[in-house]
């Protein structure tokens, strides 16, 4: 699972805690992914906004999803010609000025607010049909797109605003599917949007997919299985039409790693903690999703004689936080783990530190690292 690069790097004593890219991983992955998947592949930039990543991306994906002005701004600075689409709740006037290639709408009034505008925009409308379907997977219920009976409301504005272009329908109705589900969740959306887009007159239709492929922390090794999924959907797509997916998670999770060192070892109520520099601050991925980060432990480098250490023990991996959140990993057996050893979290590529409380408790931030043969 650990690269032999990664390898190397943490032999070469870097200065910890620090997020650690490999870039070439990176690359053959997204490459996996475009050589399975038929239909257009746009990459969801929340999950992994930084910029090499985005550089690594950028050749074998078909455009960028993003769901803010910062994004926005962000991404054309750093492909300027990558095509954007703009999603996302709660777009405000300046957000509907930006020229993406692609907007998402979540409303009858954004619509109406991006017809105001008097502008051309290829428009796309965000269908949400979480409240008709059952299903433990569902997430995205609540204020994410129309529902179908409120989707109606948009064709006057349509009617009224022939500077937009309708080009389909946009859905992104769940996170953390397999293969099965997530075919499943397309046919669905797909048999509810084809025949709406055909009685709206949309020419060559585009349907939107959404993202939510599966990450399976408890299995890092085990990634989404693009290839039966890339199958499955070519036979559900139709000529004259585009399909289109915005994975996110799936696709940066696994290049990147969160490499810390012990500072302390010690029993607590029946418990052994390691106490490791940095925090859930810096990656507060395990808290949000409430699973154990995967990690492997390396020997110390510094050797400390009388150090504490345990072995063969379940031990709970902690930051330097005073809450007792501040838990990367419960009771996982581990080997051996000691005072001054390294510590790399794996699967901390995407949804890591971009969405972490960096500044809480004020302790020093964490070092970037690129590894590749060539950093983009
Ligand atoms: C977050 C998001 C995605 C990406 O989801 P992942 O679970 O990271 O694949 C795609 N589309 C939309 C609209 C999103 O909000």
Not at 54 to 77: I, M, Q, Y
Not at 100 to 110: G, I, L, M, Q, T
Not at 274 to 279: D, F, I, N, P, S
Request: net charge negative; hydrophobic share 45%; aromatic share 8%.
């Amino acid at each position: 699972m650990v690269t032999d690069r990664l390898r190397t790097w943490i032999g070469e004593t870097p200065r910890l805690p620090a997020f650690v890219y490999d870039l070439d991983a990176l690359s053959a992955h997204a490459r996996r992914i475009r050589d399975a998947v038929p239909i257009e592949v746009f990459y969801a930039a929340k999950a992994n906004p930084d910029a090499p990543v985005l550089r690594t991306l950028a050749p074998h994906v078909d455009g960028f999803e993003v769901a803010s002005g910062g994004e926005f701004r962000h991404v054309r600075d750093v492909l300027p010609e990558a095509r954007l689409a703009f999603g996302g709740p709660g777009k405000t006037d300046a957000e509907l000025d930006l020229d993406a290639d692609r907007v998402h709408v979540e409303s009858p009034f954004e619509l109406v607010r991006l017809a105001a505008k008097r502008r051309e925009a290829d428009v796309l409308l965000r269908v949400n049909l979480a409240g008709e379907r059952e299903g433990a997977a569902l997430a995205m219920s609540g204020p994410f797109g129309m529902d179908p009976a409120l989707i109606e409301e948009c064709h006057a504005t349509l009617a009224s605003a022939p500077w937009l272009r309708l080009r389909g329908v946009h859905a992104h109705l769940a996170s953390g599917l397999d293969v099965p589900e997530a075919v499943a969740l397309s046919g669905e959306i797909l048999e509810w949007a084809r025949p709406w887009a055909e009685k709206a007159g949309v020419d060559a239709p585009e349907f939107g997919l959404g993202g939510g492929m599966a990450v399976d922390y408890a299995s890092p090794a085990r990634t989404f299985d693009w290839e039966t999924y890339g199958r499955e959907i070519a036979r559900l797509a139709r000529p004259g039409e585009t399909l289109r997916i915005e994975p996110g998670r799936a696709v940066t999770a696994y290049c990147g790693w969160y490499v810390t060192e012990v500072l302390d070892v010690k029993p607590a109520h029946g418990r052994w903690y390691a106490v490791l520099r940095g925090g859930t601050m810096h990656l507060r991925t395990p808290v949000t999703k409430g699973h154990d980060q995967p990690f492997e432990v390396f020997p110390g480098r510094r050797g400390n004689a009388g150090s504490p250490s345990v072995r063969d023990a379940e031990v709970t991996l902690v930051g330097q936080l005073c809450t007792p959140k501040d838990v990367f990993a419960r009771d996982v057996p581990v080997a051996g783990i000691g005072v001054g050893d390294i510590v790399a979290f794996a699967l901390s590529g995407a949804y890591g530190w971009n969405i972490s409380h960096r500044d809480f408790l004020m302790h020093e931030p964490p070092g970037f690292h690129y590894l590749a043969s060539e950093v983009p």
